[in-house]
């Protein structure tokens, strides 16, 4: 299984306008507070997740799909983490959340420290900097995650950012919508990548504590206002509400296939606004 689940097919929408340049992102000091209880915390959708063994392959075919209805407990979440586990977990991204994850796939470390450059560029320019990457495991996903102040609507905040990146030239990073997938933090192999997209320490190196220690201090020391992150989006969200949509609709007396009827009505127009969820 790939680090999400496939969504539909979505038309990109690119403004003409500058990207933007202000956020408001603060720089907090090193966790203080129980950094389980963070971590737990932070991930807390936990309906609708997949799971495989570790000793199989990371392909979709090996992957399976918990019940809709079964919430994983903070018991399940750690003994995910724990060097004796024996499953890998898949967390699905719910409306509202408290951050924010990017991912990109590997292709080779010249290509992969290209992407990292331009992202964090792009990302700069937006108002992020000191932002750390992650990966999965050696050969696997990289993950980027962007801790917001409060739970928050998460479409909006994607696909404003997406369309940042894709206006900065970058369409092989993800911004993870509601109902996709990520791969768990601190599972079997999961690895700190420094700015040469080099492994700085993997999970197998630290006990339980300090790997959560570390992850939750890397994570947490820039956060993110969500009403502001997104207001430097608002004229790109703005416009794509107002996308109109063009469908035909067959007047009375004509066929579902669109074929005129007696009086040889032809189909009539209809425009639809396009809802964008909040």
Known sequence: MEA??????????????????????????????????????????????????????????????????????????????????KAYRALSVHQTESFLILQFNPEDR????????????????????????????????????????????????????????????????????????????????YRWMNDGVLPVIARHEMSEEMALNFFMGEVTKVTVCPEQFVEQFKEFLEAERKREIMEIVPPEGLSQDGVAGEDGAKPKRKERRLRVLP
């Open 4 to 85: 999400h689940s496939p969504a539909p097919a979505e038309e990109s929408v690119i403004t003409n306008s500058q990207p933007p340049s202000i956020v408001a992102a603060s720089f907090v000091p090193a966790v203080a507070l129980d950094s389980k209880a963070l971590f737990l915390k932070l991930f807390s959708s936990r309906f609708g997740s997949y799971a495989r063994t570790i000793s199989s392959a990371n392909t979709s075919a090996n992957w399976r799909q918990l019940s809709q209805f079964h919430q994983l407990s903070d018991e399940e979440i750690l003994s995910s983490i724990s060097k004796e586990s």
């Open 110 to 189: 010249d290509s992969d420290r290209n992407v990292w450059e331009k992202l964090s560029a792009a990302l700069l320019s937006a108002g992020l900097s000191g932002l750390k990457l992650f990966q999965v495991a050696e050969g696997s996903t990289y993950q980027v995650f962007i801790n917001l102040s409060k739970s928050a609507s998460i479409l909006p905040l994607s696909k404003g950012l997406t369309n940042h990146l894709v206006q900065s030239g970058i369409t092989n990073v993800e911004v993870l919508r509601p109902g996709n997938h990520f791969i768990l933090p601190l599972q079997e192999g």
